[in-house]
Each structure stands twice: as structure tokens, then as C-alpha cells.
């Protein structure tokens, strides 16, 4: 069965920063179920054992052993293992969505009638693997045990796992990646922008501007994309990157929240607490004695 094989792949060659010899594969095992949060990328992750559940916004996704996410932005999620344990740990495999790689494929898709829609897909899903992407999924791991064939065999297979999703129900939101004036595209400027400038002022109508689109346009297809407004976007950035510094500077709160763009200590600590669940200096304490003072959090890399 591939996902019994699956499952025994991803035990023999998962490490903890998820990298392997195939460049974009990740391999994860994880045998606790702690919350997480962290920042997405495009990625299928195809789980072969346990589940996980997300939550993007106020919309929640769940997928287990056998079933797959789709994700098709750099995504602010919160998530949490379902059914781990060190006798039965989660286990899943990851694969980058890049642009360049699903581009090609877009001129070898059947052709279909034009949708009229209106906004764009969202950018995040769940489904069944399918027996024929769980099959590709195996070949390409079962070449981590013959490097030499890896370099030339890979690319071949990602090739077939890509086409596999542009064929199947999530073809859409997949397509949009590859497409250069899609409304992923535009939006994905937007989102890279709030990532790379996050303490900065933010104006929605420069965003807009950015993205190529007019405010009340843009506003709809960031929301479509990402289930949340682009302040709300820019503060659940903002809440993740002051929790990497006050891990490592557990004392400087009021530093912490200054450096990712808050004015008000009284309001950095009410909107931590309210996505992480308890004060800042109190979770970061919290998370260097569950990780160890060495670890930072931005390095226990798990996939959504």
C-alpha cells in the first residue's frame, strides 16, 4: 500500500529542520502536539500518519493520514497536531510550489471554459491525496535511498505531482501560482511587502497600489486569498516575529514590541495574549523550557 510505504519512508529519513537531499522535499515527524504558529509558504503536504488542524483567520482546515493541504501563499497559520505520540508520531511530507515549475505546465492543461469570477481562490485547502499522487509521492522518496538517480528522476517526479494537482480539485487555486497576472499574483506582492516591511506604517491604499488593483478590489482579494484583512495580516506578523525576539531577550517586552512596529506596550501585550494565550514575558518563559534557551522558536520548523 503507498501509504503504509509512505509512512516507513518518512520514519527513515525525517530530520528535525525537515531538509532533505531533494531540493523543495521536507520530510516531518513530529510525536508531540504542541500549538504552533508560524508563517507558511506555497507547499502540497500530503500527510501519511495523524493529522493536523489549522486555523487561518477564522476559517479551520483539518487533514489526516491519507488526505493533503494545499497552500498557495506565505500564509500566518496556527496549528496543532492531531493524534501524535512518540509511538505513533505525525507524519507528512512537503513539497514547494514554485512559479517557475508550474508555469510550463499551464500550456499542457486540458482546456476549460473561463470562470467569471470575481475574486480570487483562496489560498489554502484540504482533500483526499488520490492514489495516483500518493504513488508519486512514494517513487520520490524512495529515490533519498538512490541518491545518483536523484538529480535526474526528481525533477521528472515533481513534474507528474504537479500535473496532478493542475488535474484535480484543487487545479484553480494551483494554477494561480503559475499565472503572472493571476489574482494570486497581485496579491502575493502585497503579502511579500507586509512580510519584508511588518513594523512599518502601512497604508492599504499603497498595498492596493502595489498589487495593481483599486482599495475596495484589493481589499476583497486579500481577504478571499488569506481569510483576514491586511492589518490584521500585518499584526499577525508583527505578534510572531516579537515572540522570536522575546525568546531570546525574555526580559525586554516593552523592546520586543517597539521592534516590530507597536507604540503602545499596554496594546502589545493585550494582542499577544490574546493570539499566543498568555503575557509575553510569561510565554516566552513558557517556551524556553519547553524548547531549551538554545532553540529558538523560528528554528523548530514544522510543516502547516
Do not use: N
Not at 480570487?120 to 512514494?138: I, Q, R
Not at 500585518?234 to 516590530?260: E, S, Y
Not at 490574546?274 to 524548547?291: H, V
Amino acid at each position: 500500500m503507498p501509504l503504509s510505504e509512505l509512512r516507513e519512508l518518512i520514519e527513515a529519513h525525517a530530520r528535525p529542520d525537515l531538509v532533505t537531499p531533494i531540493e523543495g522535499l521536507r520530510l516531518s515527524r513530529i510525536e508531540a502536539d504542541p500549538l504552533d504558529h508560524a508563517l507558511t509558504e506555497p507547499l502540497l503536504v500530503i500527510m501519511a500518519q495523524g493529522g493536523k488542524r489549522l486555523l487561518l483567520g477564522d476559517q479551520v482546515f483539518e487533514y489526516r493520514a491519507g488526505e493533503c493541504l494545499v497552500v498557495t501563499a506565505e500564509l500566518p497559520v496556527t496549528g496543532h497536531f492531531l493524534d501524535a505520540s512518540p509511538r505513533t508520531p505525525a507524519l507528512a511530507l512537503g513539497i514547494v510550489l514554485r512559479p517557475a515549475a508550474i508555469a510550463p505546465l499551464l500550456l499542457e492543461t486540458p482546456a476549460t471554459p473561463r470562470s467569471r469570477r470575481t475574486q480570487s481562490p483562496p489560498a489554502m485547502a484540504t482533500g483526499p491525496a488520490g492514489a495516483e499522487l500518493l504513488d508519486a509521492a512514494v517513487r520520490l522518496l524512495r529515490l533519498l535511498d538512490h541518491p545518483a538517480d536523484a538529480p535526474v528522476l526528481a525533477p521528472l517526479i515533481e513534474r507528474e505531482i504537479l500535473w496532478r494537482l493542475l488535474t484535480g480539485p484543487h487545479a484553480a487555486m494551483v494554477a494561480q501560482i503559475g499565472l503572472a497576472g493571476s489574482g494570486l499574483s497581485h496579491v502575493s506582492r502585497a503579502i511579500s511587502w507586509i512580510r519584508d516591511h511588518y513594523a512599518e506604517p502601512m497604508r492599504v491604499t499603497e498595498l492596493a497600489g502595489l498589487a495593481r488593483m483599486s482599495p475596495s478590489a484589493f481589499h476583497r482579494h486579500f481577504r478571499a486569498v488569506t481569510a483576514m484583512s491586511p492589518l490584521q495580516f500585518q499584526k499577525r506578523i508583527r505578534l510572531q516575529h516579537a515572540r522570536t525576539r522575546l525568546f531570546a531577550h525574555p526580559d525586554d517586552v516593552a523592546g520586543a514590541g517597539h521592534l516590530v512596529g507597536y507604540d503602545s506596550p499596554t496594546q502589545f501585550s493585550r494582542e499577544y495574549r490574546r493570539l499566543f494565550g498568555a503575557p509575553p514575558g510569561q510565554d516566552a518563559a513558557a517556551l524556553r523550557a519547553t524548547l531549551g534557551p538554545d532553540t529558538a522558536p523560528e528554528l523548530v520548523r514544522q510543516l502547516p
